[in-house]
């Protein structure tokens, strides 16, 4: 669905933020689950792990986390510190890096920008793995420079409320939802 309705139909190149509304939802695994499918699909993938508040991706991916997208936009680093992944070409994870005391400060600088139009030039798609809703403006940010956001539910543990509201203030800031995946459905009972 991914593939037909975001990458398919994107008028430019557009990178896809995975948002949600807690931590506790599932969020980073299937973005890395995402990442290995559209690489696995052949497309060149690169997975920035833009949860500076509690970064995953380096562990699920197995990857030093010293210098990340934190150390980019703080101008710390002006190398690239994309890792591509062992065993799944066309896989490369930029992670998180240290944490920043102003992790929203950092997401509102050009830079934010300019590292995103670098991704597009080299790789086919961009997923960005974001703190929660919840956790303050950081996912909103992350999700208003992508241009499109899949938004994350999980059975018994996103409230319809928080949900709703995360895709109005999707809207309101002109970030297009292109669908979104329900984690842990009740399983219905055979009769």
Partial sequence: QLQLNWLDN????SALAIVSTSRQDGR??????????FAQL??????IDADMRAPK?????NVENQAGISSLLAGRMQDQVVTFVHGIPGLAVLPAG????????????PAFHRVLEQSHSSFDVVLLDTPSFASGPDAMLIARAAGTAL??????????REFQLLLQTL???NTTV??????DPARRAKG
Avoid: M
Wanted: charged residues 20%; without cysteine; proline residues 9%.
């Fill in 10 to 13: 994107a008028p430019q190149r």
């Fill in 28 to 37: 980073s695994v299937l973005t890395a689950n995402l990442a290995v499918t």
């Fill in 42 to 47: 052949g497309q060149r993938t690169l997975l």
């Fill in 57 to 61: 991706q380096h562990r699920l991916f």
């Fill in 98 to 109: 240290p944490t920043p005391p102003n992790p929203a400060e950092l997401l509102s600088r």
């Fill in 151 to 160: 938004v994350v539910a999980k059975s018994n543990v996103t409230r319809a």
């Fill in 171 to 173: 809207r309101d800031r």
């Fill in 178 to 183: 292109a669908g979104s995946v329900l984690i």
